[in-house]
């Protein structure tokens, strides 16, 4: 450990159940800290986590505060930017001279500490950050790793592993959380302009990406995939090699599909590997995976490790999940909640279901994300053949007057546009489940918790 966390017996983390945060928690409740945390909802994780020990409650109320935590000698406070500033037991902390950080901050010390492999990008990060973690852990190399979403391979978010220092880390741009890492290697998977509420411009938000790629160690690995907007700013002796399914120094050749299976030959500077067949056979996935085997390659896992592992791969939860797959109905649901990642996972499933109608309920993921992109996110959802919009899912914005799912809906020109509430969806659904064949939920909310209810509406 860093010396910031030499002294540091306890670690307390506001807004515990987040799937940042969680992990976190766990790597410094493996390592022997006394963990505990808030967190205003008791999820299944949170639920997971008190199963491993560590105390959680869900009152914002400092007297729930364990007293061994309420010693700012030997205490660590870890938050994120979705808690606000006048949170009780954030200004007791503060009021009381803890040292106080932010998760981006701490995963920052721990990349300083040890060879951090950071993955960056609008969208394709948590796959990609999740196939590298699998592929290294499935060879002789193993890494350690903190991912953003829960790999159906682990049943977890996190990974330990004390043989090595390697850690696999997903870099979020958002609040420029990035920007606190030290990678050893770093990947850019894209630049899509997000988080206009903190960048202002799209100009600003590539910025971010240029800075990132300043912060890669000498003597490391910056991979970029083909054609980004942006210059990248490196250190001495780092090397900068790029990436995409058809040209830069990794890429796909002899991409077979069929029988919902696909199978790429891997490019890279020294040769090829063959045969790599996708565990999740999705078109973007071969993207992914390209970013994945060149950081695998370089270090150390085999030509035969990086097929079996590629081969073996199960997902991440709520990326491109299948809830039903039957000859008559399929259920998936994916967290693309950007213009682009709508327009790649309706792309994916046009390829996989050729010809069958394609219903996309959608749950829009800010305000200002939804008024900064509503041409974008019209355009992608016109690809679909019937467009369901729930209601924005504000997590921590005030309502935006004027932006609303009504307004977003009044721009999409697919076959059918419909704005329902949570309550009258079923009811829709079932009204309509003769003429319904693929339905995909969409977007970064609460919208997966709907899945029962959709399958029971469609039954």
């Known amino acids: 450990m860093t010396n910031t966390l030499d002294k540091i017996r306890n670690i307390y983390f506001l807004g515990i159940g987040g799937i940042g945060m969680s992990a976190l928690a766990r790597y410094f409740n ?23 020990g560590i105390q959680i409650h869900t009152d914002d109320n400092a007297d729930f505060i364990a ?132 960048y202002k411009t799209e100009d600003e938000y590539r910025k971010a990406f240029e800075d990132f790629s300043a912060l890669v160690r000498p003597g490391g690995t ?35 599909m069929g029988n919902g299976e696909i199978v790429f030959d891997f490019i890279h500077p020294t040769g090829k590997i063959c045969d790599i067949k996708l565990g999740v056979p999705v078109y973007i996935n071969i993207e992914n995976g390209i970013a994945a085997m060149a950081l695998a390659l370089l270090n ?12 073996s791969y199960r997902g991440v939860k709520r990326r491109f999940e299948f809830h039903e797959k039957s000859e008559k109905l399929t259920i998936i649901d994916d967290y693309a909640h950007h213009p682009m990642e709508l327009k790649a996972s309706i792309k994916s499933i046009r390829g996989i279901y050729p010809g069958k109608k394609i219903t996309g309920i959608f749950m829009p ?50 076959p059918i546009v419909k704005v329902l509430t949570k309550e009258e969806l079923p009811g829709y659904l079932n009204s309509r489940k003769d003429s319904i064949e693929v339905v995909a939920t969409l977007g970064a909310g609460d919208v997966d918790l709907l899945i029962p209810e959709i399958k029971e509406a469609l039954k």
Not at 36 to 42: F, I, K, M, T
Not at 96 to 113: C, D, H, P, W, Y
Not at 300 to 311: D, K, L, Q, T, W
């Open 67 to 198: 007293a061994d935590f309420k010693n700012p000698n030997y205490t660590l406070v870890v938050y994120t930017p979705a808690i606000p500033e006048t949170m009780t037991e954030l200004v007791f902390f503060r009021k009381n001279g803890f040292q106080i950080m932010k998760r981006a901050q701490v995963l920052g010390e721990i990349t300083r500490s040890q060879r951090g492999i950071c993955i960056s990008g609008t969208h394709g990060k948590t796959t990609t950050c999740t196939l590298t973690a699998h592929i290294l852990n499935q060879s002789q190399v193993g890494c350690s790793a903190f991912l953003g979403g829960i790999s159906k391979n682990f049943d977890k978010n996190i990974l330990i592993n004390t043989q090595n220092d390697l850690v696999v880390v997903e870099a979020d741009e958002y609040d420029h959380s990035f920007l606190t890492l030290t990678p050893y290697m770093a990947v850019i998977t894209a630049t899509d302009a997000d988080h206009l509420d903190i």
């Open 365 to 414: 993921h800010l305000f200002s994300r939804t008024r900064d992109l509503a041409d974008s996110f019209a355009e992608s959802l016109s690809d679909l053949d019937e467009a369901l919009l729930l209601p924005i899912y504000p997590a921590r914005e005030e309502p935006i007057p004027g932006v609303t799912s009504e307004w977003l809906a009044s721009k999409v020109n697919a």
């Open 300 to 311: 150390g896992a085999s030509y035969n490790e990086i097929r079996a592992a590629m081969a």
């Open 30 to 52: 493996a390592n022997g800290y006394q963990v505990a945390g808030y967190d205003r909802n008791e999820t299944e994780l949170v639920m997971e986590l008190e199963r491993e």
């Open 222 to 256: 910056l991979i970029v995939k083909s054609g980004l907007p942006i210059k990248p700013r490196t250190k001495q002796n780092v090397r900068v090699l790029t990436y995409s399914i058809d040209e830069g120094d990794f890429h796909a050749e002899n991409i077979r």
